[in-house]
């Protein structure tokens, strides 16, 4: 992907989001604990979380439409803190989309322009309905557009302010899944074609590991991690953030051998050793004791026991029993009860199916070392992990 941040200099009236120092509270509850965030101009950012971590009361302290309790907001140079949201060079586009019923989408998107009394609107309308791809639908009102058309409306009328960020506040929630694949993709097209600094808003990991060039993961008004999707996947700090980023299996282990620089720590787990790359070990594990060794379902693959002699050399292994397997057409997903951790997780790629690989079958798991993660014990292991309740 190309970085566009480099054309920072060139827009004199540009630049990074900077939160320094920001809260919010309400009486004695702190919906945003004290944090610093820099998002930079010209990037597509997400705030990830679970319903109440404060990413939507950091999204509004950037739009003027929240005071913070502390810190300052900055919009390139400039402190906007005090400013109203009509001062600040931020548009807005929320869930419910809030088109005016009785205008047609050229009247809809010109709507900003017209208020601030500039009159030839057309090029600049035509221009955004064309970015948009809804030439077509010019002369429709809202209510004859899908709902991923309005959403489609609602970002042309916030982007033909020429806004500095344009935040967006769960804006495909109300989709339903196959439309909100697709606007996933339209936003990220429509964002890289503008180059505009994008601040979006949202509780689906998919839809932020989709969209997003970084993402900082929000839990309890904190920022748990702060990174590219691939490296929050592939080498999250905390459980939390292993286990509300997809699925991984947190096996309890202790260390036998903590090696040095950025050798493998050696655990032991359910009676097996299991070997973690040091550089993939938070600090905690490196001081011995307990730790959590993690490793993703779909890293894993599985061998029925009596193929054990085929394994490769060199792959952690741990032994098991197949509880549950259910068979999702890409793959299939097992659960099985081993020494090391009751239901682990692996998600094997359909290609040659082993018929023998059924529940009540004994098998091994079996993965490169290179793949393992090690977190600090002391954390919560179920942290970050949806529950029915979640996701109602």
Known sequence: MTDKTAHTGKNPGGGDVRLTGISKS???FTAVHPLDLTVP???FFALLGASGCGKTTTLRMIAGLEDPSTGT????DKDVTDLPPYKRPVNTVFQSYALFPHMDITENIAFGLR???IKSVKKQVDDMLELVQLGDKARHKPHQLSGGQQQRVAVARALINHPQVLLLDEPLGALD??????MQLELKRIQTEVGITFVHVTHDQEEAMTMADQVAVMNGGRVEQLGAPADLYENPQTTFVANFLGTSNLIEAEVLETGSGGSDVLVTAGGGKLRVPGDRCTSAVRQGGKVLVGVRPEKISL???DDAGSIADG????????ADSSFIGVSTQYVVNSPAGAELQVYEQNIERDTRLVPGA???LHWNPAHTFGLDAAQDIDAGVETVEDAG
Do not use: A
């Open 26 to 28: 309400y009486g004695s």
């Open 41 to 43: 101009q010209g990037s």
């Open 73 to 76: 907001v900055f919009l390139g």
């Open 115 to 117: 208020r601030r009394g």
């Open 177 to 182: 899944l196959k439309l909100r694949r697709q």
């Open 303 to 305: 061998t029925h026991k």
């Open 315 to 322: 792959r952690n292994r741990v032994t098991g029993r197949i």
């Open 362 to 364: 004994e098998v091994v």
